[in-house]
């Protein structure tokens, strides 16, 4: 899915701007990082792409149609956090078919379907034997694998992936480094994940978007960014 962002501008209640009016297209297909300091308002631009925040000014088209107004179902968006709760007191695969099986009755799937489903996602992971454990049972990457199929269960439109691997240690975010790509690979989709390490930016990215204080100030591949001082 393309995503233009028009003139999008956000101010909290306590008045100081945390994005000022930024304008950015993204063909579909696109993997975005988004890299900047704490505070440049990278989470701020993720939320409001969701739906979880309201923009003050401007909007985003999704494929060219207005988003404003759309609910966070409507959008379709998979959103993987950095410490996402998967929920405890389910199972790897309860929790990777939640969203399936939360769904009105009209759209929901048959049960074989959100089998079938969960096992492919699983097997997307490459694990799939872990679909009766528990959270507890698994290791900080094995979750945000997890919290990754189950972002991708509801066949979002786009993902949205704020911090995914910032707790974890540098051996696990190079095996999640991987298995983000595997999935844009096979899935094609429009996906912006949230960073603050340059070389985690640099090595996944197609498109950079460096921010800072609330505005874009760089934007470009890899190989562009690197080449500034
Ligand atoms: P980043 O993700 O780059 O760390 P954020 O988007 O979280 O940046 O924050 C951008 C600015 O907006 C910061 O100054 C932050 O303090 C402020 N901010 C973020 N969320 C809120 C909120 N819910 N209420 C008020 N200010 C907020
Ligand atoms: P490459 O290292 O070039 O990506 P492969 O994808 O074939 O090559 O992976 C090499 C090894 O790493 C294999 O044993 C494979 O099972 C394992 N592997 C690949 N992707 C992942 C992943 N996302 N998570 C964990 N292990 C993986």
Redesign the pocket.
């Known amino acids: 899915m393309r995503i233009d962002i028009e003139d999008l501008a956000?101010t909290?209640?306590?008045g100081?701007p945390?994005?000022h009016p930024l304008r950015l297209s993204l063909p579909s297909g696109a993997l975005v990082a988004?890299l900047?300091?704490?505070?440049?308002?990278?989470?701020?631009?993720?939320?409001l792409l969701g739906g979880l925040?309201t923009p003050s000014a401007g909007q985003v088209r999704f494929d060219g149609v207005a988003a404003t107004g759309l609910s966070v179902q409507e959008r379709r968006a998979g959103f993987v956090f950095q410490h996402y709760a998967l929920f405890r007191h389910m199972t790897v695969f309860e929790n990777i078919a939640y969203g399936l099986r939360a769904r009105p009755r009209r759209t929901r799937p048959a049960r074989a379907e959100i089998d079938r489903r969960v096992h492919r996602l699983l097997a997307l992971i490459r694990l799939p034997e872990i679909g009766p454990r528990y959270p507890a049972q698994l290791s900080g990457g094995q979750r945000q694998r997890v919290a990754l199929a189950r972002a991708l269960a509801i066949e979002p439109r786009m993902l949205l992936l704020?911090?995914p691997f910032g707790a974890l240690d540098a051996q696990v975010r190079k095996e999640l480094r991987r298995s983000l790509r595997q999935i844009h690979e096979a899935t094609g989709l429009t996906t912006l994940f949230?960073t603050?390490d340059q070389d985690e930016a640099m090595e996944l990215a197609d498109l950079v978007v460096v921010?800072s204080m609330?505005r874009i100030e760089q934007i470009g591949p890899p190989a562009e960014i690197r080449a500034r001082p």
């Open positions: 956000k909290y209640d306590n100081q945390a994005l988004l900047g300091p704490s505070g440049s308002g990278k989470t701020t631009l993720l939320r925040e704020d911090e949230v603050h921010m609330g």
